[in-house]
Protein backbone atom coordinates (compact mmCIF):
# COMPACT_ATOMS: atom_id res chain seq x y z
CA UNK A 1 0.00 0.00 0.00
CA UNK A 2 1.12 3.67 -1.08
CA UNK A 3 2.55 5.20 2.06
CA UNK A 4 2.52 8.99 1.77
CA UNK A 5 5.22 9.56 4.51
CA UNK A 6 7.53 7.21 1.98
CA UNK A 7 6.74 9.74 -1.11
CA UNK A 8 7.17 12.67 0.76
CA UNK A 9 10.92 12.15 1.78
CA UNK A 10 11.92 10.69 -1.73
CA UNK A 11 10.32 14.13 -2.80
CA UNK A 12 11.84 16.21 -0.66
CA UNK A 13 15.28 15.04 -1.83
CA UNK A 14 14.50 16.04 -5.35
CA UNK A 15 13.32 19.40 -4.43
CA UNK A 16 14.30 21.97 -2.09
CA UNK A 17 13.79 20.97 1.67
CA UNK A 18 15.45 21.36 5.09
CA UNK A 19 15.91 17.57 5.40
CA UNK A 20 19.49 16.54 5.69
CA UNK A 21 18.99 14.55 2.16
CA UNK A 22 17.77 17.81 0.25
CA UNK A 23 21.34 19.45 1.95
CA UNK A 24 22.85 16.98 0.81
CA UNK A 25 21.96 15.59 -2.20
CA UNK A 26 20.20 19.03 -3.88
CA UNK A 27 21.42 21.52 -5.60
CA UNK A 28 19.54 23.80 -7.77
CA UNK A 29 16.56 22.73 -7.66
CA UNK A 30 16.58 18.91 -9.53
CA UNK A 31 17.56 15.32 -8.96
CA UNK A 32 20.68 13.92 -9.55
CA UNK A 33 20.69 11.03 -11.98
CA UNK A 34 21.57 7.51 -9.46
CA UNK A 35 20.14 9.50 -6.75
CA UNK A 36 16.60 7.42 -7.09
CA UNK A 37 18.53 4.30 -4.83
CA UNK A 38 17.32 6.36 -1.71
CA UNK A 39 14.09 5.51 -2.74
CA UNK A 40 14.33 1.91 -2.48
CA UNK A 41 16.28 2.18 0.99
CA UNK A 42 13.20 3.98 2.15
CA UNK A 43 10.97 1.74 0.28
CA UNK A 44 13.17 -1.40 2.07
CA UNK A 45 12.36 -0.15 5.16
CA UNK A 46 8.90 0.58 4.46
CA UNK A 47 8.05 -2.90 3.73
CA UNK A 48 10.19 -4.27 6.94
CA UNK A 49 8.63 -2.12 9.24
CA UNK A 50 11.23 -0.27 10.25
CA UNK A 51 10.13 3.32 8.67
CA UNK A 52 9.23 5.75 11.66
CA UNK A 53 7.41 8.92 10.63
CA UNK A 54 9.26 10.70 13.34
CA UNK A 55 6.48 12.78 14.59
CA UNK A 56 7.19 15.47 17.12
CA UNK A 57 5.82 15.14 20.81
CA UNK A 58 6.82 18.67 21.49
CA UNK A 59 4.47 21.30 21.88
CA UNK A 60 4.61 23.46 18.94
CA UNK A 61 2.74 26.34 17.28
CA UNK A 62 2.87 27.70 13.55
CA UNK A 63 5.66 30.02 12.98
CA UNK A 64 2.95 32.90 12.39
CA UNK A 65 1.52 32.36 15.66
CA UNK A 66 5.12 33.88 17.26
CA UNK A 67 6.15 37.04 19.04
CA UNK A 68 4.88 40.70 17.45
CA UNK A 69 2.05 39.19 15.73
CA UNK A 70 -1.14 40.28 14.51
CA UNK A 71 -4.37 38.96 14.20
CA UNK A 72 -7.02 40.07 11.66
CA UNK A 73 -9.83 41.76 13.56
CA UNK A 74 -13.64 41.15 12.66
CA UNK A 75 -13.58 37.80 11.67
CA UNK A 76 -13.03 34.31 13.36
CA UNK A 77 -9.00 33.27 13.44
CA UNK A 78 -7.90 29.99 13.04
CA UNK A 79 -4.54 29.33 15.15
CA UNK A 80 -2.81 25.63 15.02
CA UNK A 81 0.12 23.78 15.86
CA UNK A 82 1.36 20.34 17.38
CA UNK A 83 1.24 18.52 20.21
CA UNK A 84 1.00 14.75 21.54
CA UNK A 85 -1.48 12.70 18.93
CA UNK A 86 -4.77 12.44 20.80
CA UNK A 87 -3.86 15.07 23.23
CA UNK A 88 -6.03 17.96 24.51
CA UNK A 89 -4.88 21.64 24.00
CA UNK A 90 -6.18 24.71 25.59
CA UNK A 91 -5.45 28.44 24.26
CA UNK A 92 -6.32 31.49 26.19
CA UNK A 93 -6.35 35.01 24.58
CA UNK A 94 -7.88 38.02 25.19
CA UNK A 95 -10.63 36.74 27.39
CA UNK A 96 -11.09 33.16 25.26
CA UNK A 97 -10.34 30.42 26.40
CA UNK A 98 -10.57 27.12 23.61
CA UNK A 99 -9.97 23.83 24.08
CA UNK A 100 -9.31 21.19 21.42
CA UNK A 101 -8.20 17.93 20.75
CA UNK A 102 -4.96 16.94 18.84
CA UNK A 103 -5.36 14.44 16.10
CA UNK A 104 -4.04 11.14 15.95
CA UNK A 105 -0.93 12.91 14.23
CA UNK A 106 -0.39 15.27 16.81
CA UNK A 107 -2.06 18.33 14.59
CA UNK A 108 -4.56 20.84 16.45
CA UNK A 109 -6.35 23.99 15.42
CA UNK A 110 -8.00 25.96 17.40
CA UNK A 111 -10.82 29.25 16.33
CA UNK A 112 -10.69 32.13 18.35
CA UNK A 113 -14.42 33.96 18.17
CA UNK A 114 -13.64 37.50 16.12
CA UNK A 115 -11.89 40.40 17.88
CA UNK A 116 -11.89 43.99 18.16
CA UNK A 117 -8.82 45.88 16.59
CA UNK A 118 -6.07 46.84 19.79
CA UNK A 119 -3.13 48.19 19.56
CA UNK A 120 -2.58 46.78 23.17
CA UNK A 121 -0.23 44.18 23.36
CA UNK A 122 -1.55 40.88 24.48
CA UNK A 123 -0.15 37.71 25.71
CA UNK A 124 -1.44 34.21 24.42
CA UNK A 125 -0.87 31.13 26.60
CA UNK A 126 -1.29 27.70 25.08
CA UNK A 127 -1.22 24.57 27.32
CA UNK A 128 -1.17 20.86 27.03
CA UNK A 129 -0.63 18.31 29.30
CA UNK A 130 2.64 19.48 31.20
CA UNK A 131 3.93 21.81 28.57
CA UNK A 132 2.66 25.17 28.16
CA UNK A 133 4.28 28.25 25.13
CA UNK A 134 3.31 31.89 25.95
CA UNK A 135 3.05 34.09 23.02
CA UNK A 136 3.46 37.70 23.31
CA UNK A 137 3.08 41.22 22.38
CA UNK A 138 0.38 40.27 19.73
CA UNK A 139 -2.04 42.70 18.20
CA UNK A 140 -4.83 42.16 16.51
CA UNK A 141 -5.59 44.66 13.34
CA UNK A 142 -5.24 43.90 9.71
CA UNK A 143 -3.50 41.43 7.84
CA UNK A 144 -2.60 41.40 4.11
CA UNK A 145 -0.27 38.78 2.20
CA UNK A 146 2.22 40.60 -0.21
CA UNK A 147 3.15 38.20 -3.18
CA UNK A 148 4.76 37.58 -5.95
CA UNK A 149 8.31 38.34 -7.75
CA UNK A 150 10.98 40.52 -7.50
CA UNK A 151 9.35 43.62 -7.21
CA UNK A 152 7.08 42.82 -4.64
CA UNK A 153 10.37 41.36 -2.72
CA UNK A 154 12.46 44.60 -3.18
CA UNK A 155 12.87 46.14 -0.13
CA UNK A 156 13.14 49.71 1.52
CA UNK A 157 16.42 50.08 1.23
CA UNK A 158 16.05 49.36 -2.59
CA UNK A 159 13.48 51.98 -3.15
CA UNK A 160 13.67 55.88 -3.66
CA UNK A 161 15.02 57.58 -0.50
CA UNK A 162 15.73 54.64 1.18
CA UNK A 163 18.35 56.38 3.69
CA UNK A 164 15.20 59.27 4.82
CA UNK A 165 12.37 56.15 4.82
CA UNK A 166 14.93 54.28 7.73
CA UNK A 167 14.69 56.96 9.67
CA UNK A 168 11.03 57.49 9.59
CA UNK A 169 10.79 53.39 9.85
CA UNK A 170 9.25 54.08 13.84
CA UNK A 171 5.97 52.11 12.87
CA UNK A 172 5.46 49.71 15.97
CA UNK A 173 2.10 49.30 14.55
CA UNK A 174 3.30 47.37 11.48
CA UNK A 175 4.91 44.05 11.63
CA UNK A 176 6.65 42.27 8.98
CA UNK A 177 6.44 38.40 8.66
CA UNK A 178 9.13 37.25 5.98
CA UNK A 179 8.40 33.74 4.51
CA UNK A 180 11.75 31.57 3.43
CA UNK A 181 12.26 30.94 0.10
CA UNK A 182 11.91 26.56 0.00
CA UNK A 183 9.92 24.21 -3.07
CA UNK A 184 8.66 21.61 -2.71
CA UNK A 185 6.89 18.52 -4.79
CA UNK A 186 4.38 18.22 -1.71
CA UNK A 187 2.47 20.59 0.32
CA UNK A 188 4.04 21.18 3.74
CA UNK A 189 2.49 21.71 6.97
CA UNK A 190 5.38 24.05 8.48
CA UNK A 191 7.62 26.80 7.28
CA UNK A 192 9.96 28.92 9.56
CA UNK A 193 9.68 32.90 10.25
CA UNK A 194 9.33 35.68 12.67
CA UNK A 195 7.65 38.70 12.61
CA UNK A 196 9.04 41.66 13.34
CA UNK A 197 8.22 45.27 14.89
CA UNK A 198 9.09 48.10 12.55
CA UNK A 199 11.78 50.62 13.54
CA UNK A 200 14.69 51.92 12.04
CA UNK A 201 17.06 49.48 12.76
CA UNK A 202 15.01 46.59 10.34
CA UNK A 203 12.83 48.49 7.99
CA UNK A 204 15.45 48.35 5.34
CA UNK A 205 14.53 44.45 4.98
CA UNK A 206 10.44 45.04 4.63
CA UNK A 207 8.94 44.54 0.95
CA UNK A 208 8.95 48.00 0.17
CA UNK A 209 5.38 47.64 -2.04
CA UNK A 210 3.68 46.07 1.32
CA UNK A 211 5.68 48.38 3.95
CA UNK A 212 4.38 51.72 2.16
CA UNK A 213 0.73 50.18 1.64
CA UNK A 214 0.58 49.39 5.43
CA UNK A 215 1.93 52.40 6.11
CA UNK A 216 -0.90 54.23 4.21
CA UNK A 217 -3.90 51.93 6.06
CA UNK A 218 -2.38 53.04 9.40
CA UNK A 219 -2.45 56.45 9.18
CA UNK A 220 -5.95 56.04 7.59
CA UNK A 221 -7.39 53.29 9.90
CA UNK A 222 -5.13 54.09 12.98
CA UNK A 223 -5.18 50.10 13.31
CA UNK A 224 -2.21 47.54 13.36
CA UNK A 225 -1.14 46.18 9.88
CA UNK A 226 0.69 42.65 9.60
CA UNK A 227 2.56 42.06 6.37
CA UNK A 228 2.86 38.73 5.69
CA UNK A 229 5.95 38.91 2.90
CA UNK A 230 5.49 35.88 0.28
CA UNK A 231 7.15 36.64 -2.51
CA UNK A 232 10.65 35.24 -4.55
CA UNK A 233 12.36 37.45 -7.20
CA UNK A 234 12.11 35.92 -10.92
CA UNK A 235 9.38 33.31 -10.73
CA UNK A 236 6.54 32.60 -12.83
CA UNK A 237 3.24 32.13 -11.88
CA UNK A 238 3.02 28.92 -12.24
CA UNK A 239 4.50 27.16 -9.24
CA UNK A 240 2.24 30.31 -7.43
CA UNK A 241 -1.06 28.13 -8.25
CA UNK A 242 -2.28 25.56 -5.95
CA UNK A 243 -3.96 22.17 -7.31
CA UNK A 244 -7.30 23.55 -6.70
CA UNK A 245 -6.74 26.15 -8.90
CA UNK A 246 -5.47 24.65 -11.72
CA UNK A 247 -8.49 22.41 -11.92
CA UNK A 248 -10.72 25.31 -11.85
CA UNK A 249 -9.86 26.39 -15.09
CA UNK A 250 -10.48 24.58 -18.32
CA UNK A 251 -8.30 26.58 -20.38
CA UNK A 252 -5.11 25.27 -18.55
CA UNK A 253 -6.04 21.93 -19.45
CA UNK A 254 -2.62 20.70 -19.88
CA UNK A 255 -1.09 21.98 -17.12
CA UNK A 256 -4.16 20.54 -14.60
CA UNK A 257 -3.16 17.22 -16.24
CA UNK A 258 0.16 17.11 -15.02
CA UNK A 259 -0.55 18.55 -11.97
CA UNK A 260 -3.22 15.66 -11.16
CA UNK A 261 -0.72 13.20 -12.17
CA UNK A 262 1.55 14.34 -9.50
CA UNK A 263 -0.93 13.81 -7.20
CA UNK A 264 -1.41 10.16 -5.60
CA UNK A 265 -5.01 11.19 -4.06
CA UNK A 266 -6.36 11.58 -7.56
CA UNK A 267 -7.29 8.71 -9.64
CA UNK A 268 -4.89 9.52 -12.56
CA UNK A 269 -1.75 10.09 -10.07
CA UNK A 270 -2.91 6.62 -8.23
CA UNK A 271 -2.02 4.75 -10.93
CA UNK A 272 1.02 6.69 -12.30
CA UNK A 273 2.38 6.26 -8.48
CA UNK A 274 1.78 2.55 -8.44
CA UNK A 275 3.23 1.84 -11.56
CA UNK A 276 6.32 3.67 -10.69
CA UNK A 277 6.57 1.88 -7.33
CA UNK A 278 6.18 -1.56 -9.53
CA UNK A 279 9.38 -0.07 -11.80
CA UNK A 280 10.66 0.83 -8.85
CA UNK A 281 11.15 -2.34 -6.94
CA UNK A 282 11.92 -4.11 -10.12
CA UNK A 283 14.76 -1.19 -10.93
CA UNK A 284 16.61 -2.42 -7.01
CA UNK A 285 16.79 -5.61 -7.97
CA UNK A 286 18.30 -4.82 -11.03
CA UNK A 287 20.08 -2.48 -9.20
CA UNK A 288 21.42 -5.13 -6.67
CA UNK A 289 22.46 -7.08 -9.45
CA UNK A 290 24.32 -4.84 -11.07
CA UNK A 291 26.09 -3.78 -8.23
CA UNK A 292 27.08 -7.01 -6.84
CA UNK A 293 28.88 -7.37 -10.24
CA UNK A 294 31.02 -4.36 -10.02
CA UNK A 295 28.96 -2.72 -12.69
CA UNK A 296 27.43 0.71 -12.65
CA UNK A 297 24.18 1.17 -11.61
CA UNK A 298 20.74 1.00 -14.89
CA UNK A 299 19.01 4.09 -15.28
CA UNK A 300 16.25 4.34 -12.60
CA UNK A 301 12.83 5.20 -13.23
CA UNK A 302 11.64 8.92 -13.65
CA UNK A 303 10.01 9.92 -10.56
CA UNK A 304 6.10 10.77 -10.60
CA UNK A 305 6.04 14.10 -8.65
CA UNK A 306 6.29 17.05 -10.41
CA UNK A 307 10.62 17.59 -10.31
CA UNK A 308 12.67 20.64 -10.98
CA UNK A 309 13.22 23.95 -9.56
CA UNK A 310 11.11 26.32 -8.17
CA UNK A 311 9.35 27.38 -11.49
CA UNK A 312 7.61 24.40 -11.75
CA UNK A 313 3.92 24.23 -11.20
CA UNK A 314 2.53 24.07 -7.62
CA UNK A 315 6.20 23.74 -5.92
CA UNK A 316 5.84 27.36 -4.27
CA UNK A 317 2.98 26.86 -3.42
CA UNK A 318 3.53 23.87 -1.51
CA UNK A 319 6.31 25.14 0.69
CA UNK A 320 5.40 28.70 0.74
CA UNK A 321 2.04 29.23 0.64
CA UNK A 322 0.40 25.98 2.07
CA UNK A 323 1.89 26.44 5.75
CA UNK A 324 0.18 29.68 5.69
CA UNK A 325 -3.14 28.84 4.47
CA UNK A 326 -6.26 29.11 7.15
CA UNK A 327 -4.33 32.14 8.76
CA UNK A 328 -6.92 34.66 8.64
CA UNK A 329 -6.08 37.59 6.03
CA UNK A 330 -8.12 40.30 4.83
CA UNK A 331 -6.83 39.91 1.22
CA UNK A 332 -3.97 39.24 -1.05
CA UNK A 333 -1.59 42.21 -2.87
CA UNK A 334 0.07 40.38 -5.81
CA UNK A 335 3.02 41.78 -7.89
CA UNK A 336 4.18 39.55 -10.75
CA UNK A 337 4.23 39.07 -14.37
CA UNK A 338 8.05 40.17 -15.28
CA UNK A 339 8.08 36.63 -16.02
CA UNK A 340 5.23 35.32 -18.16
CA UNK A 341 6.01 39.12 -19.73
CA UNK A 342 5.58 37.53 -23.41
CA UNK A 343 2.04 35.92 -22.81
CA UNK A 344 -1.43 37.32 -23.38
CA UNK A 345 -4.93 36.18 -22.67
CA UNK A 346 -2.94 32.41 -21.07
CA UNK A 347 -2.04 34.89 -18.27
CA UNK A 348 -5.51 35.50 -17.44
CA UNK A 349 -6.47 32.26 -16.95
CA UNK A 350 -3.41 31.67 -14.71
CA UNK A 351 -4.67 34.56 -12.97
CA UNK A 352 -7.92 33.34 -12.28
CA UNK A 353 -6.27 29.58 -11.37
CA UNK A 354 -4.14 31.86 -8.97
CA UNK A 355 -6.85 33.62 -7.18
CA UNK A 356 -9.73 31.04 -7.30
CA UNK A 357 -7.59 28.01 -6.36
CA UNK A 358 -6.17 30.45 -2.94
CA UNK A 359 -9.86 31.08 -1.87
CA UNK A 360 -10.69 27.64 -2.30
CA UNK A 361 -7.89 26.53 0.16
CA UNK A 362 -8.70 29.63 2.96
CA UNK A 363 -12.17 28.87 2.81
CA UNK A 364 -12.67 32.40 3.76
CA UNK A 365 -14.71 33.67 1.01
CA UNK A 366 -13.64 35.73 -1.78
CA UNK A 367 -10.88 37.62 -0.18
CA UNK A 368 -10.18 40.78 -2.04
CA UNK A 369 -7.04 40.40 -4.40
CA UNK A 370 -5.13 43.34 -5.26
CA UNK A 371 -2.58 43.46 -8.34
CA UNK A 372 -0.02 45.27 -9.77
CA UNK A 373 -0.60 45.80 -13.85
CA UNK A 374 3.56 45.90 -14.88
CA UNK A 375 4.87 49.52 -15.26
CA UNK A 376 6.90 51.06 -18.11
CA UNK A 377 9.65 48.92 -19.27
CA UNK A 378 12.67 49.71 -22.18
CA UNK A 379 11.68 51.89 -24.88
CA UNK A 380 8.75 51.82 -27.51
CA UNK A 381 8.97 53.54 -30.78
CA UNK A 382 6.27 56.46 -31.10
CA UNK A 383 5.74 56.31 -34.63
CA UNK A 384 4.80 52.41 -33.95
CA UNK A 385 1.46 53.43 -33.35
CA UNK A 386 -0.12 50.00 -33.33
CA UNK A 387 2.49 49.09 -30.40
CA UNK A 388 1.62 45.79 -28.93
CA UNK A 389 5.60 44.97 -28.24
CA UNK A 390 6.95 43.42 -25.00
CA UNK A 391 4.52 43.18 -22.04
CA UNK A 392 1.65 45.01 -23.78
CA UNK A 393 -0.22 41.65 -24.26
CA UNK A 394 0.48 41.08 -21.02
CA UNK A 395 -0.71 44.15 -19.19
CA UNK A 396 -4.06 43.81 -21.55
CA UNK A 397 -4.42 40.47 -19.96
CA UNK A 398 -4.00 42.14 -15.98
CA UNK A 399 -7.24 44.30 -17.12
CA UNK A 400 -9.53 41.80 -18.16
CA UNK A 401 -8.22 40.06 -14.68
CA UNK A 402 -10.68 43.06 -13.59
CA UNK A 403 -13.41 40.72 -14.41
CA UNK A 404 -12.42 37.91 -11.55
CA UNK A 405 -15.27 39.42 -8.50
CA UNK A 406 -12.98 41.35 -5.66
CA UNK A 407 -9.90 42.25 -7.47
CA UNK A 408 -8.39 45.82 -7.88
CA UNK A 409 -5.54 46.56 -9.84
CA UNK A 410 -2.95 49.65 -9.17
CA UNK A 411 -1.92 51.14 -12.54
CA UNK A 412 1.79 52.25 -12.99
CA UNK A 413 2.45 53.05 -16.26
CA UNK A 414 3.99 56.70 -15.54
CA UNK A 415 5.96 55.37 -12.80
CA UNK A 416 8.21 52.57 -14.23
CA UNK A 417 11.69 53.31 -15.42
CA UNK A 418 13.13 52.59 -18.92
CA UNK A 419 16.35 50.93 -17.56
CA UNK A 420 15.53 49.01 -14.68
CA UNK A 421 13.37 46.14 -14.43
CA UNK A 422 12.71 47.40 -10.60
CA UNK A 423 11.58 50.84 -10.81
CA UNK A 424 12.32 52.23 -7.09
CA UNK A 425 9.41 54.12 -7.03
CA UNK A 426 7.28 51.97 -5.02
CA UNK A 427 5.95 54.23 -2.70
CA UNK A 428 3.23 55.50 -5.32
CA UNK A 429 2.78 51.47 -5.94
CA UNK A 430 2.27 50.70 -2.09
CA UNK A 431 -0.21 54.34 -2.22
CA UNK A 432 -2.14 52.99 -5.26
CA UNK A 433 -2.87 49.04 -3.70
CA UNK A 434 -3.79 51.35 -0.46
CA UNK A 435 -6.35 53.01 -2.40
CA UNK A 436 -7.85 49.77 -3.64
CA UNK A 437 -8.36 48.67 -0.14
CA UNK A 438 -9.47 51.94 1.45
CA UNK A 439 -12.16 52.32 -1.34
CA UNK A 440 -12.92 47.95 -1.62
CA UNK A 441 -12.70 46.92 1.89
CA UNK A 442 -12.28 49.95 4.36
CA UNK A 443 -15.66 51.67 3.30
CA UNK A 444 -14.19 54.88 1.94
CA UNK A 445 -15.70 56.97 -0.40
CA UNK A 446 -12.78 57.19 -2.86
CA UNK A 447 -12.40 57.43 -6.66
CA UNK A 448 -10.14 53.70 -6.78
CA UNK A 449 -7.81 53.86 -9.62
CA UNK A 450 -7.36 55.48 -12.63
CA UNK A 451 -9.72 56.28 -15.90
CA UNK A 452 -10.07 52.36 -17.21
CA UNK A 453 -11.83 52.16 -20.91
CA UNK A 454 -15.68 51.36 -20.72
CA UNK A 455 -16.62 51.59 -24.44
CA UNK A 456 -16.96 53.58 -27.62
CA UNK A 457 -19.00 55.02 -30.14
CA UNK A 458 -17.85 56.55 -33.53
CA UNK A 459 -19.32 59.77 -34.69
CA UNK A 460 -18.64 60.38 -37.75
CA UNK A 461 -14.61 60.75 -38.37
CA UNK A 462 -14.25 60.21 -34.86
CA UNK A 463 -14.08 57.56 -31.84
CA UNK A 464 -15.71 58.70 -28.17
CA UNK A 465 -14.14 56.90 -25.74
CA UNK A 466 -16.37 56.11 -22.26
CA UNK A 467 -14.08 55.91 -19.07
CA UNK A 468 -14.64 54.24 -15.41
CA UNK A 469 -13.27 56.29 -12.74
CA UNK A 470 -13.35 59.08 -14.45
CA UNK A 471 -13.86 61.29 -10.74
CA UNK A 472 -13.64 64.44 -10.61
CA UNK A 473 -12.61 64.28 -14.97
CA UNK A 474 -10.03 63.96 -16.86
CA UNK A 475 -6.55 65.83 -17.57
CA UNK A 476 -3.57 66.05 -19.17
CA UNK A 477 -0.69 65.30 -15.65
CA UNK A 478 2.82 64.97 -15.46
CA UNK A 479 4.11 62.37 -12.77
CA UNK A 480 7.58 63.70 -11.87
CA UNK A 481 9.52 61.31 -9.16
CA UNK A 482 7.28 60.77 -5.83
CA UNK A 483 5.45 64.54 -6.26
CA UNK A 484 2.35 64.55 -6.74
CA UNK A 485 0.48 64.20 -10.33
CA UNK A 486 0.42 67.89 -11.44
CA UNK A 487 -1.67 68.84 -14.63
CA UNK A 488 -0.45 70.51 -17.66
CA UNK A 489 -3.04 73.77 -18.75
CA UNK A 490 -3.17 73.18 -21.97
CA UNK A 491 -1.44 70.05 -22.77
CA UNK A 492 -1.74 67.69 -25.10
CA UNK A 493 -2.77 63.71 -24.92
CA UNK A 494 -0.26 61.93 -26.04
CA UNK A 495 0.25 57.91 -26.95
CA UNK A 496 -2.97 57.43 -28.75
CA UNK A 497 -3.84 55.52 -32.13
CA UNK A 498 -6.70 55.20 -34.75
CA UNK A 499 -6.81 53.02 -37.14
CA UNK A 500 -9.59 52.80 -40.02
CA UNK A 501 -11.38 49.63 -42.14
CA UNK A 502 -7.70 48.56 -42.99
CA UNK A 503 -6.44 47.91 -39.84
CA UNK A 504 -3.40 50.48 -39.93
CA UNK A 505 -2.91 52.39 -36.74
CA UNK A 506 -1.89 56.04 -37.48
CA UNK A 507 -0.68 58.73 -34.41
CA UNK A 508 -4.22 60.31 -33.61
CA UNK A 509 -5.39 63.50 -31.91
CA UNK A 510 -6.91 63.43 -28.36
CA UNK A 511 -9.17 65.78 -27.17
CA UNK A 512 -10.38 65.56 -23.51
CA UNK A 513 -14.13 66.35 -23.87
CA UNK A 514 -15.75 66.22 -20.24
CA UNK A 515 -15.78 62.95 -19.06
CA UNK A 516 -14.53 61.55 -22.19
CA UNK A 517 -11.86 61.73 -24.98
CA UNK A 518 -12.41 62.47 -28.68
CA UNK A 519 -10.09 60.72 -30.81
CA UNK A 520 -9.68 61.18 -34.27
CA UNK A 521 -7.35 61.54 -37.32
CA UNK A 522 -7.07 63.73 -40.78
CA UNK A 523 -6.14 60.21 -42.90
CA UNK A 524 -8.47 58.42 -41.41
CA UNK A 525 -12.15 59.40 -42.40
CA UNK A 526 -13.99 56.46 -40.87
CA UNK A 527 -12.40 55.07 -38.10
CA UNK A 528 -12.99 51.98 -36.22
CA UNK A 529 -10.64 50.86 -33.89
CA UNK A 530 -8.55 53.60 -31.09
CA UNK A 531 -5.21 52.17 -28.93
CA UNK A 532 -3.94 54.36 -25.86
CA UNK A 533 -0.46 53.58 -24.45
CA UNK A 534 -0.43 50.35 -26.03
CA UNK A 535 3.44 49.67 -26.48
CA UNK A 536 6.32 47.99 -23.88
CA UNK A 537 6.99 51.59 -22.90
CA UNK A 538 4.65 54.57 -23.96
CA UNK A 539 7.29 57.21 -22.37
CA UNK A 540 5.42 60.41 -21.85
CA UNK A 541 1.55 58.71 -22.05
CA UNK A 542 -0.41 61.42 -19.57
CA UNK A 543 -3.98 60.87 -19.37
CA UNK A 544 -5.30 60.94 -15.68
CA UNK A 545 -8.21 61.22 -13.89
CA UNK A 546 -8.30 64.76 -11.64
CA UNK A 547 -7.65 62.42 -8.50
CA UNK A 548 -3.88 61.98 -10.16
CA UNK A 549 -4.09 58.36 -11.17
CA UNK A 550 -3.52 57.33 -14.87
CA UNK A 551 -5.37 55.62 -17.47
CA UNK A 552 -4.18 52.02 -17.65
CA UNK A 553 -3.28 51.21 -21.30
CA UNK A 554 -6.40 50.13 -23.59
CA UNK A 555 -7.61 49.04 -26.78
CA UNK A 556 -10.86 48.95 -28.40
CA UNK A 557 -10.05 46.21 -31.28
CA UNK A 558 -8.73 42.69 -30.86
CA UNK A 559 -6.95 42.26 -33.97
Same mark, same amino acid.
Given at each position: ?? #?????? #?? !????????G?? %?????? %??????????????F?? &?????????????????C???????????????P????????A?????????T???????????????????A?K?????T????????????I??????L??????????????? #?????? &??????????????????????????????????????????T %????????????????????????????????????????????????????????????????? !???????????? !?????E &????????? &???????????????????????????????L??????????????Y?K???????????W????F????V??P???????????????????????????????????????I????????? *??????????????????????????????????? %? *????????????????G???????????????????S??????????????????????????????????????????????? *????????????D??
Amino acid at each position: ML #NRMFLR #NQ !ARVSGRSAGSF %GLVFHR %GGGMKKGIVWLAGIFLV &ALLSGNWCAGAGSKLELCSLLSDHAVLQQGMAIPVWGWAEPDAEVSLSFAGQTVKVKADPDGRWQARLAPLSASKTSLEMTVRSGQQSLVVRDILVGEVWLCSGQSNMALTVSSCL #NPEQEK &AGGNQPLIRHFRVPLLHSAWPEEKVTGSWQVCSPEVVAGFTAT %GYFFAREIVKELGVPVGIVNCSWGGTRIEPWICPQGYSRVPQLKDLNQRVQAADPSTEAGRKHYL !AYLEELKNWIEK !ARVQVE &AGQNLPKPP &AVPWIDGDQQQPTRIYNAMVHPLVSWAIRGVLWYQGESNGSEGESYYHKMRALIEGWRTVWNQGDFSFYFVQLPNFQYSDPKNAAGGDGWTLLREAQLKCLEIPRTGMAVTIDIGEAKDIHPK *NKQDVGKRLARLALAGDYGRSLVPTGPLYKRHVVE %G *NKIRIFFDNVGQGLMVGRKDGLAPVEEVPGGRLSWFSIAGEDRKFVPAEAVIDGATVVVSSPGVPKPVAVRYAFAMNPAGCNLY *NREGFPASPFRTDNW
